[in-house]
């Protein structure tokens, strides 16, 4: 059952909701739409796409999945915010893509933090090299907003504020190494349905929450 009293709930000054809508119907996604919300989430980009051309043209579509290279071209014309760039090449392929459809999309790259070997994601060194790059202006038609990440799927409430807190940490690094003349670098997308309250603790600007909205998943 969609339940949009999460989002009038919700009171966090300066902490986007982004309301994960995958598998749920274009019907579920207008009722949190009429309820006001703007900024949806999926993870794959067939379902984005398709949705996107249904829907209302003021969403702010934010692709938070896993992305292959081949498929950016699905969303570069419209993508609102890409969570998930998780290598070098990704970012190379939005640029390309970004500036085909005359735009600067805007990314946060995506960090490993949690423990689990299935979890994507960058380590710090990969964010040096890009961010160096970015700088050298290697990528024109991206801007790097934050970064990214999930932590483990765990009721062990420590480990997952270790691995929020090792996140802002980096985050903090990255701004102050490579960010002191830009103030768009500033968004850290963390936390979902089961911890979306211990980002917000370390310092969460976005959390990406779906059942608490859409209610459970059956796929
Ligand atoms: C599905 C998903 C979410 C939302 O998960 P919930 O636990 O339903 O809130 C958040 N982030 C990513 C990357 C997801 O794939």
């Keep these: 059952m969609v339940n949009s009293g999460f989002l009038s709930k919700f009171k966090h000054p300066g902490v986007k909701v982004i309301a994960v809508s995958k598998t749920k119907t274009p019907d579920q996604i207008l009722e949190i739409y009429n309820a006001g919300h703007r900024d949806f989430g999926e993870n794959k ?4 796409a398709q949705k996107a051309e249904e829907l209302p043209k003021d969403i702010n579509w934010h692709m938070i ?10 969303i570069a014309p419209f993508v609102h915010l890409i969570h998930s760039v998780d290598s070098k090449k990704l970012l190379k392929t939005i640029d390309n893509e970004a500036k085909k459809s005359d735009r600067v999309i805007k990314v946060l790259l995506q960090v490993r933090i949690a423990e689990e070997e299935t ?6 060194e990969d964010l040096h090299e890009i961010l160096e790059e970015f700088n050298a202006n290697l990528y024109p038609n991206v801007k790097i907003c934050g970064l990214m990440g999930m932590a483990t799927f765990t009721d062990d409430q420590s480990q997952i504020e270790r691995e929020f807190e090792t ?16 103030y768009y670098f500033k968004e850290l997308s963390m936390g979902m349905s089961g911890d979306y309250e211990l980002a917000i603790e370390h310092g969460a600007t976005m959390v990406r929450i779906g059942t608490l909205i859409f209610g459970r998943r059956n796929t």
């Design 119 to 124: 979890k994507f994601g960058m380590e710090a």
């Design 45 to 48: 980009v067939q379902e984005l």
């Design 167 to 182: 996140l802002h940490d980096i985050f903090i690094e990255m701004k102050v190494v490579y960010f002191t003349q830009a």
């Design 65 to 74: 999945g896993h992305l292959q290279s081949n498929k950016v071209k699905y």
